[in-house]
C-alpha cells in the first residue's frame, strides 16, 4: 500500500533530513512506498550537476530576501521552491528510472488537463512546459535502487524568485503556474486531491493511505513516525 504524507509548509532542511530517514527504512524494506506532498519556505536548490553561475545573487543576498540555498544530490541544475508550489518527493523502490519520471511527468499533464491547462513533455529537457514556459520542475536522485527528491508544480506561487536564477540553467526558457496561465487563484489542498487521484491512477496504486503529518510530528523520536507508517 502507497503511503502518503500530507505536510505543512515547512523548511527544506527540515524535510531533506525526513527524506534521508524514509530513504534508510525503504532501502531495508521496512516501510512501503512512501510519497511526501508539501510547500516549502523559500528556498534555492543546486542539483549536483548545476552551475553556480546559474545562481544570479549572492549567498548574502539571498540571505537578506529571506530565501534559503542547498547545494542537494538530486538531478537537474537550480530551481525555486516557495508556498503556493506542491511539491512531491518520493521515497519509492524503483528499477527504471527514466520510465517512472514519465510517470511523473504524464500524473502533471493529466493533472493540468483538468484544470483546463495544455501541456507537453520535452523528452531533452525533463519537466513539464506549456509552450516554452516551464510549469514543473523534475529532479531525482536514486541511491540503492530508491529514489529521493522528486518534483515542484508551480500552482499559486510567486514567480519573482525564478528571476534570481537562470532556471534549470536554461537561458531561452521561462516558468510559469497554474495561477499565471488561468488568471485565478487555486486552493492547494485541493490541487494535492486532484494530484494523488491522477497520480495513483497512472503508477496503478489500487491502494493509498493519505497521513495528515503536523511539524510537530517530524521534530519528534523518529520511531513515532515509523509507527505511523506502518500502521494500518
Keep these: 500500500m502507497l503511503k502518503i504524507l500530507d505536510l505543512p509548509c515547512v523548511k527544506y532542511k527540515k524535510a531533506w533530513d525526513l527524506q534521508l530517514y524514509l530513504h534508510s527504512l525503504r532501502k531495508e ?3 512501503p512506498d512512501v510519497l511526501i506532498l508539501l510547500e516549502h519556505h523559500p528556498v ?3 542539483g549536483r550537476f548545476g552551475k553556480e553561475e546559474n545562481l544570479l545573487k549572492s549567498i548574502e543576498e539571498l540571505n537578506r530576501l529571506g530565501i534559503d540555498f542547498y547545494r542537494i544530490e538530486r538531478g537537474g541544475d ?6 503556493g508550489q506542491l511539491v512531491g518527493y518520493f521515497s519509492f523502490k524503483i528499477n527504471k528510472v527514466k520510465e517512472f519520471i514519465y510517470k511523473i511527468e504524464r500524473s502533471i499533464q493529466e493533472l493540468l488537463r483538468k484544470y483546463g491547462i495544455n ?5 531533452e529537457y525533463p ?3 506549456v509552450g516554452n514556459r516551464k510549469i514543473c520542475a523534475i529532479g531525482l536522485a536514486v541511491k540503492n535502487h530508491v529514489s ?4 515542484a508544480l508551480n500552482v499559486n506561487n510567486d514567480l519573482q524568485p525564478f528571476s534570481y536564477i537562470i532556471p534549470c540553467g536554461l537561458k531561452d526558457k521561462e516558468v510559469t ?8 487563484p487555486l486552493h492547494l489542498y485541493e490541487v494535492k486531491r486532484d494530484f494523488i487521484n491522477v497520480f495513483t491512477t497512472i503508477f496503478g496504486f489500487e ?5 495528515k503529518i503536523s511539524e510537530e510530528m517530524i521534530d519528534q523520536n523518529p520511531d513515532k513516525l515509523l509507527e505511523v507508517l506502518l500502521s494500518p
Design 78 to 83: 537550480i530551481t525555486y521552491h516557495g508556498p
Design 127 to 129: 519537466g513539464v512546459w
Design 177 to 184: 503556474s497554474m495561477l499565471k496561465e488561468l488568471k485565478i
Design 44 to 46: 534555492i536548490t543546486l
Design 29 to 31: 524494506d521496512k516501510i
Design 119 to 123: 501541456s507537453e513533455i520535452i523528452k
Design 207 to 211: 491502494e493509498f493511505q493519505v497521513i
Design 148 to 151: 529521493l527528491h522528486g518534483f
